[in-house]
């Protein structure tokens, strides 16, 4: 990296399409937005090998009693505890099996904190305190520089476990830092050096790709139905009688009194369904397999 380009990354240059944004009319503002955000995806495409690697060894991780941490400052330390916020009612695990850190700490979610930032002793100490061997640790930063995430995947590494790095520039010194490196320069943003947008996008792209990987490959997921969902309002209790009907072809009816009779539980439902057991011997085969629905699909179909 040139010594211009650690002065300028592209995250922070000028976007020569956006020089008289404030002489644009609302109508061109947002049109120009979405010509933007349409290089997002792309840009992410081409880092598809590296966060396929990446989503392995978070699966990997999770499958062997590891949890996965978000670190960030900002908006990044934001989109962390948002997509970790999101694995418990949509996967059905358990509060602290993906957890989201922040530059700053809980003040940092809703003010902002900026030289929070700046303390990369505060993001090792943040990971001594709360990662354990086995666990994956995922460091997010647009810039690919903010110290304190810095200081955190360094702690990591020296606690041996897995690491990974998103960032929005090309060869950053978080990437440098970490054992899977992903980087998504999405180029400047339309006002410049504001990168809740594209680049907050595209972290967002790959947290998706990265959590649901891993959910997918824990047995969270029955074909493309989510059966590990909660049942704990009108509308989810809806969606899993209609997941139930998907899974087995049912009645609504039928779907509804088995899933009653499963105490709301989709996967014990399903399996009750296809195989004719209590819901008690559903429960034990999904014990048995972990929680892993695919596993306690092959158990039953043995008996």
């Known amino acids: 990296m040139t010594q211009e380009a650690k002065r300028h990354p592209i995250s922070e240059q000028r976007n020569e399409k956006s020089q008289h944004l404030d002489r644009l009319s609302v109508r061109e503002i947002v049109t120009l937005m979405n010509e933007e955000d349409q290089k997002v995806a792309l840009s992410v495409q081409e880092a598809l090998p590296q966060i396929a690697d990446a989503a392995e060894a978070v699966a990997e991780a999770m499958s062997s009693g590891g949890r996965l941490f978000y670190i ?66 995922v460091g997010l930063t647009a810039s690919g520089t903010t110290p304190y995430v ?30 899977f490196p992903i980087e998504v320069p999405v180029g400047p943003e339309i006002i410049t050096g504001s990168t809740r947008l594209k680049a907050g996008t595209a972290q967002k792209m790959v947290l998706n790709m990265i959590s649901t990987t891993a959910m997918i490959k824990l047995g969270k997921v029955y074909g493309n139905l989510m059966v590990n969902v909660q049942a704990t309002n009108k509308k989810l209790r809806d969606r899993t009688v209609r997941i139930i009907q998907e899974a087995t072809g049912v009645d609504e009816d039928t779907a509804r009194r088995t899933g009653e009779a499963a105490e709301g539980d989709a996967r014990a439902a399903i399996l009750m369904l296809k195989f004719g057991v209590s819901p008690e011997e559903a429960l034990e085969a999904l014990n048995q397999a972990g929680g892993h629905f695919g596993k306690a699909l092959k158990l039953l179909e043995g008996k």
């Open 72 to 137: 960030g400052a900002g908006t990044s330390g934001r989109l962390g505890i948002l997509d970790a916020s999101e694995c418990p009612p949509t996967f059905g695990v358990e509060q602290g099996l993906v957890n989201g850190i922040i530059a700053g700490g809980e003040r940092a979610i809703r003010y902002a904190i900026e030289n929070a930032e700046d303390d990369e002793a505060a993001g090792a100490a943040a990971v001594s305190a709360a990662v354990r061997p086995g666990d994956a640790v």
């Open 150 to 179: 810095i200081g955190a995947m360094r702690e990591a590494n020296r606690l041996g476990v897995p690491t990974i790095g998103i960032s929005c520039n090309r060869q950053t010194p978080l990437s440098a830092e970490v054992r």
